[in-house]
């Protein structure tokens, strides 16, 4: 079982930019792929950036050049730094992390965060 406490969400200006954070506990964090997804008002939610156990890094292209996602494995924690933002960036933001091993698929999900981007 893996719990999952995202933060750092908030309103912010056209430009400006947000760092989230997603603090995983309960098991190995280091062997989980690691992904921010999101859902704005509306619509599905969808794929925004992962980050493998070995650092591979894959972005939706509406977010290629702008954001950063990492992952610092001593603290269990995966980041999102979101740069150049845009009014269209703004959604709820789910931290995901999914690991499979043995035949089995284990998912699970942050509660999510709420980033708004206005004037």
């Known amino acids: 079982q893996v719990q999952l406490v995202e933060s750092g969400g908030g309103l912010v200006q056209p430009g400006g930019s947000l760092r989230l954070s997603c603090a995983a506990s309960g098991n190995i964090f280091s062997m989980y792929t690691m992904g921010w997804h999101r859902q704005a008002p509306g619509k599905q939610r969808e794929l925004v950036a992962t980050i493998t156990s070995n650092g591979g890094t894959d972005y939706a292209d509406s977010v290629k050049g702008r954001f950063i996602i990492s992952r610092d494995n001593a603290k269990d924690t995966v980041y999102l730094q979101m740069n150049s933002l845009k009014p269209e960036d703004t959604a709820v933001y789910y931290c995901?992390?999914?690991?499979?091993?043995?035949?089995?698929?284990?998912?699970?999900w942050g509660q999510g965060t709420q980033v708004t981007v206005s004037r």
């Open positions: 995901k992390a999914d690991r499979t091993t043995g035949g089995r698929i284990y998912i699970y």
